[in-house]
């Protein structure tokens, strides 16, 4: 029997309720609109009170699931948990998405590249006729 840690969701409804609470607080922080924590009670208020991210990102959002980025990356290919993992990934693409039409995008970038699989994409067209015509007397033979 193989033992390991024990999950830290059983449902991908209770992830999801986590994920919520963290752009949640991002978009707080981003706005300083306390008003949209009126609704919640003290156990998410804690949750929404331990995140600083203005920005969502991929490793903000595994340190307030609890778990490891590695970790975060396996859930998303359990079956169960594919699709609200892939949703909240797609979230913090979008808002990174959102950020390259500002100054400062150097960051965005590295994020996209790193965690989205975006790539710089260079394309060159090579043409190149080569005229090879010679006679044996071209040719030097080593005896």
């Known amino acids: ?6 999950v830290k969701f059983k449902t ?3 992830m999801e309720r986590v994920i919520g609470l963290y752009f949640l607080a991002c978009k707080v922080r981003q706005t300083d609109n306390t008003d949209l924590l009126n609704d919640l009670d003290n156990d998410d208020l804690s949750v929404v009170n331990d995140i600083d991210d203005m920005v969502p990102t991929v490793s903000g959002l595994a340190y307030t699931l609890g778990m490891a ?3 975060l990356r396996d859930y998303g290919t359990k079956d169960d948990f594919s699709v609200t993992v892939k949703r909240a990934k797609q979230r913090i693409e979008m808002s990174l ?6 100054n400062n ?4 970038i590295f994020n ?3 965690n989205f699989g975006w790539k710089d994409k260079t394309e060159q067209d090579v043409q190149q ?7 044996l007397e071209d040719v030097s ?3």
């Open 1 to 6: 029997m193989v033992m390991g840690r024990p």
């Open 12 to 14: 991908p409804q209770e």
């Open 69 to 71: 980025t590695e970790t």
């Open 97 to 102: 998405e959102n950020r390259l039409a500002g």
């Open 105 to 108: 995008v150097t960051g965005a």
């Open 112 to 114: 996209l590249k790193n």
């Open 129 to 135: 006729t080569i005229n090879a015509s010679f006679t």
């Open 141 to 143: 033979v080593c005896e």
